[in-house]
């Protein structure tokens, strides 16, 4: 099971909205960690960035989490930065 936890601030100014998401993650497995996301919305934009890094105390496993994006929600179109969002291992 993963339990996350959200706590999301949000800023309004004319016409664009920004929320900043910072997430707490844990697993039954033994990762915890932390991360953010920050997403905007400005007419039918919405742009997307998120980092996440967890790691297992008891293992010493590590890996992060990134992506970021932008979908045009008048046509549907959803253009990465990367070809996929990256998960990288950082050993342990």
Known sequence: MVTTVFNVKEHQHNNITVLVIEIETTTDDG????????TTFR?????????VVLDNPDTGERFTAHAHFKLDLATGELVMGSPVPTTRCLGS
Do not use: A, S, Y
């Open 43 to 51: 007419d039918d934009l919405r742009l997307t960035t998120f980092n």
């Open 31 to 38: 990762f915890q960690g932390t991360g953010h996301e920050t």
